[in-house]
């Protein structure tokens, strides 16, 4: 079964494309070695849709750099980490 993605852009009627495809570790960054997944056909949904489903089904990579994005929006709160990026704390 395709993995499910989560989409990494705000604005899907410019062009979708999934966190996978994206570098979270550079500011303003859209390309990196996995440019050959911005035209998946794999589903590539937002985050409300991604967190229902289930953890089997979403994209490993996508969870992965959600986490780098998501620590590095807390840090510039000054908030701690989490260790999961659906963590609710």
Same mark, same amino acid.
């Given at each position: 079964?395709?993995?499910?993605? %989560?989409?990494?852009?705000k604005? +899907? @009627?410019? $062009?979708?494309? !999934?966190?996978?495809?994206? #570098? +979270?570790?550079? =500011?303003?960054s /859209?390309? #990196?070695?996995? !440019? ?6 794999? @589903?590539?949904?937002?985050? @409300?849709?991604? $967190? ?5 089904? /979403? *994209?490993?990579? *996508? *969870?992965? !750099? !959600? %986490?780098?994005?998501? #620590?590095?929006? /807390?840090?510039?709160?000054?908030? +701690? +980490? ?5 963590? =609710? =704390?």
């Amino acid at each position: 079964m395709a993995k499910i993605h %989560l989409r990494r852009n705000k604005n +899907p @009627e410019i $062009k979708v494309i !999934a966190a996978c495809a994206t #570098n +979270p570790y550079i =500011t303003g960054s /859209r390309r #990196n070695g996995r !440019a050959t997944y911005h035209f998946m056909a794999s @589903e590539i949904v937002g985050v @409300e849709d991604f $967190k229902k489903v289930a953890q089997a089904d /979403r *994209c490993a990579h *996508c *969870c992965e !750099a !959600a %986490l780098v994005i998501r #620590n590095r929006q /807390r840090a510039a709160k000054g908030l +701690p +980490p989490v260790a999961t990026w659906d963590a =609710t =704390t």
